[in-house]
């Protein structure tokens, strides 16, 4: 049996939406063919896929990242803006294949609008110019007329796009980015960057282009760009054709997470900052099993398990995690796969959907007192070879909790990592009781293959029931493999 304390009293931090972030990019079937229709012209007066949208808004995607990702690195933004059929065709250099450029700058907000999301560009830094990104920055945000703020009323908006988030490149460490550069000459190149386009607007918001959080790459960075930006940037990635090793890799989050924050925190010591960034973990995903220019992974429940460990994790260091963009959210690495006739979600969409569904203002503490795992986990076997037994014993229940500003209302997200065992878990509320019925939504595995709408993309099982709590306790029984959303509100005194 697990019993899991959850304390109102014990705030962890406010939970900032952003973490319920996305991002898409340039690579595969990800905008064409996804978010947009298959075949697509300028002619066409609706490219948009309805069904892929209903879908996406069913996740709530707060912030929207956007074109990279690696294709950032070679894109020139002006060649998508102004009428389609006059933008030209370039080639694809990081991911292959031809870009058409009918998605450009005023389609991604567009887009953003449907999805009640925040746009997040991120910048050339590999082969773009700072006068390039100087000249985006004013084409989305200016309000005097200037050449670039005109072009823009004249493409699509008299109103600026009020674009807040910037990236400072994407991953410029790496020797498969276009312009890859060593940390001290990011930091040099950045800092150029980042004190020139706040004077093209001083609202906007900057995010450095970190590594993984524990690297000497971040190091450099945080020490050198901590005055100038809002967010530092973790991307980690994880899976395993292993069990254990895929539902626990997350857990290298928390290590990231740790390490960054002491990385900040000794920074903002030493150079005296008194607001220094906090994280963005703005790529994160479950992704191990495809290499090429598609990757179009097809997702198993093990794989939704780790997605809402992911998230449990973000929700219970949320005082640092200020927003985490999944990567990606069509065909690509992600949630939902079209054909040209549908559009369906993997496993791994259900524990994202009923993350950012159920979420509250404030994280609080909910200990977690039960059995632990007792499995091998294979170190450094697969793709990403993180090691992570030093952060065990892992509970076979990972949860977290959020409350409403007033603390009327609660929300518990568990995951059940067991593998073949139900477990049964009290969910205890000190110094408050519950009233009314509780709303229980639980994801499991599929329980046929027949009713699939496409043929190799795995379904769930879905259960909403209720539970009468007994005063400051609920109890219920987590299925093996299972994730659950727990919604209850808290009783007048």
């Given at each position: 049996?697990?019993?899991?304390a959850?304390?109102l009293?014990?705030p962890?931090g406010?939970?900032n939406?952003a973490?319920?972030?996305g991002?898409?990019?340039?690579?595969?079937?990800c905008?064409?063919g996804?978010?947009y229709?298959e075949e697509?012209?300028?002619?066409?007066?609706?490219?948009?896929?309805?069904?892929?949208?209903?879908l996406?808004?069913e996740?709530r995607?707060?912030i929207?990242?956007?074109?990279?990702?690696n294709?950032?690195?070679t894109?020139?933004w002006?060649d998508?803006?102004?009428?389609?059929?006059l933008?030209?065709r370039?080639?694809?250099i990081?991911?292959?294949?031809?870009?058409?450029?009918?998605f450009?700058?005023?389609?991604?907000i567009?887009?953003?609008r449907r999805l009640?999301a925040?746009?997040?560009?991120?910048l050339?830094?590999g082969?773009?110019?700072l006068?390039?990104?100087?000249?985006w920055?004013e084409?989305c945000?200016g309000?005097?007329?200037?050449y670039?703020?005109?072009?823009r009323?004249?493409n699509?908006?008299?109103?600026?796009?009020?674009?807040?988030?910037?990236?400072l490149?994407?991953?410029m460490?790496?020797?498969?980015?276009v312009?890859a550069l060593?940390?001290?000459?990011?930091?040099?190149?950045?800092?150029?960057?980042a004190r020139?386009?706040r004077m093209?607007?001083?609202?906007?918001r900057?995010?450095s282009?970190?590594?993984?959080?524990w690297n000497?790459?971040?190091?450099?960075?945080?020490e050198g760009?901590a005055?100038?930006?809002d967010l530092?940037?973790?991307?980690l990635?994880t899976?395993s054709?292993?069990?254990w090793t895929n539902?626990l890799q997350?857990?290298q989050a928390?290590?990231?997470?740790?390490?960054a924050?002491?990385?900040?925190?000794?920074?903002?010591?030493v150079?005296?900052i008194?607001?220094?960034?906090?994280?963005?973990y703005d790529e994160w995903n479950?992704?191990?099993r495809t290499d090429?220019?598609?990757?179009?992974?097809?997702?198993?429940f093990s794989d939704?398990?780790?997605i809402?460990?992911?998230?449990n994790?973000?929700v219970r260091?949320?005082?640092?995690?200020?927003?985490?963009n999944w990567?990606q959210?069509?065909?690509?690495i992600a949630p939902?796969?079209?054909?040209?006739?549908v559009?369906?979600?993997q496993?791994?969409?259900y524990?994202?959907?009923?993350?950012?569904?159920?979420?509250?203002d404030l994280?609080?503490?909910?200990h977690?007192?039960?059995?632990n795992i007792?499995?091998?986990?294979l170190e450094?076997?697969g793709?990403w070879?993180?090691r992570?037994t030093?952060?065990?014993?892992?509970?076979?229940?990972?949860?977290?909790?959020t409350?409403?500003?007033?603390h009327s209302?609660?929300?518990?997200?568990l995951v059940?990592?067991a593998?073949?065992?139900?477990?049964?878990?009290?969910?205890?509320?000190?110094g408050?009781?519950?009233?009314?019925?509780?709303r229980?939504?639980?994801v499991?595995?599929e329980n046929?293959t027949?009713v699939r709408r496409?043929?190799d993309?795995?379904?769930v099982?879905l259960?909403?029931?209720?539970?009468e709590?007994?005063?400051s306790l609920?109890?219920?029984?987590?299925?093996?493999?299972?994730f659950?959303?727990?919604?209850a509100e808290?009783?007048?005194t």
């Amino acid at each position: 049996m697990t019993r899991i304390a959850v304390d109102l009293e014990r705030p962890i931090g406010r939970l900032n939406r952003a973490v319920f972030g996305g991002f898409i990019e340039h690579l595969g079937r990800c905008i064409y063919g996804g978010l947009y229709a298959e075949e697509t012209s300028p002619a066409d007066e609706e490219i948009v896929r309805q069904d892929v949208l209903d879908l996406l808004q069913e996740l709530r995607i707060s912030i929207l990242r956007w074109p990279g990702g690696n294709f950032a690195s070679t894109y020139h933004w002006a060649d998508g803006i102004g009428p389609m059929a006059l933008r030209p065709r370039r080639r694809n250099i990081a991911w292959g294949g031809v870009e058409s450029n009918h998605f450009g700058t005023d389609e991604f907000i567009a887009y953003c609008r449907r999805l009640a999301a925040e746009p997040y560009i991120c910048l050339n830094m590999g082969n773009g110019s700072l006068a390039e990104a100087m000249a985006w920055v004013e084409y989305c945000n200016g309000a005097e007329s200037t050449y670039w703020s005109d072009k823009r009323v004249e493409n699509a908006s008299a109103s600026p796009h009020g674009v807040r988030w910037w990236g400072l490149g994407n991953e410029m460490y790496g020797e498969w980015q276009v312009g890859a550069l060593s940390a001290e000459a990011y930091v040099s190149e950045a800092t150029r960057w980042a004190r020139a386009l706040r004077m093209v607007d001083p609202d906007i918001r900057l995010v450095s282009c970190g590594m993984n959080g524990w690297n000497d790459w971040d190091r450099v960075v945080i020490e050198g760009l901590a005055s100038l930006v809002d967010l530092h940037s973790v991307h980690l990635y994880t899976g395993s054709a292993d069990y254990w090793t895929n539902v626990l890799q997350p857990h290298q989050a928390e290590r990231a997470i740790a390490a960054a924050k002491a990385l900040i925190e000794r920074t903002a010591y030493v150079k005296r900052i008194a607001s220094p960034p906090r994280i963005a973990y703005d790529e994160w995903n479950v992704w191990y099993r495809t290499d090429d220019g598609s990757l179009e992974e097809r997702y198993d429940f093990s794989d939704a398990l780790a997605i809402g460990t992911y998230l449990n994790i973000f929700v219970r260091n949320c005082d640092w995690v200020r927003m985490a963009n999944w990567a990606q959210l069509v065909n690509a690495i992600a949630p939902i796969v079209t054909s040209s006739r549908v559009a369906v979600a993997q496993p791994i969409y259900y524990p994202f959907a009923l993350h950012a569904q159920g979420a509250l203002d404030l994280a609080v503490d909910a200990h977690v007192y039960g059995p632990n795992i007792d499995a091998k986990i294979l170190e450094g076997a697969g793709r990403w070879p993180h090691r992570i037994t030093d952060l065990a014993p892992f509970k076979v229940i990972d949860a977290a909790a959020t409350v409403t500003e007033d603390h009327s209302r609660l929300a518990v997200t568990l995951v059940n990592r067991a593998r073949e065992s139900a477990e049964l878990v009290e969910i205890v509320v000190r110094g408050a009781e519950l009233s009314g019925e509780a709303r229980v939504r639980t994801v499991t595995s599929e329980n046929s293959t027949e009713v699939r709408r496409l043929p190799d993309v795995e379904g769930v099982s879905l259960e909403d029931s209720e539970l009468e709590p007994r005063g400051s306790l609920l109890t219920l029984l987590l299925p093996p493999q299972s994730f659950a959303l727990v919604e209850a509100e808290r009783a007048k005194t």
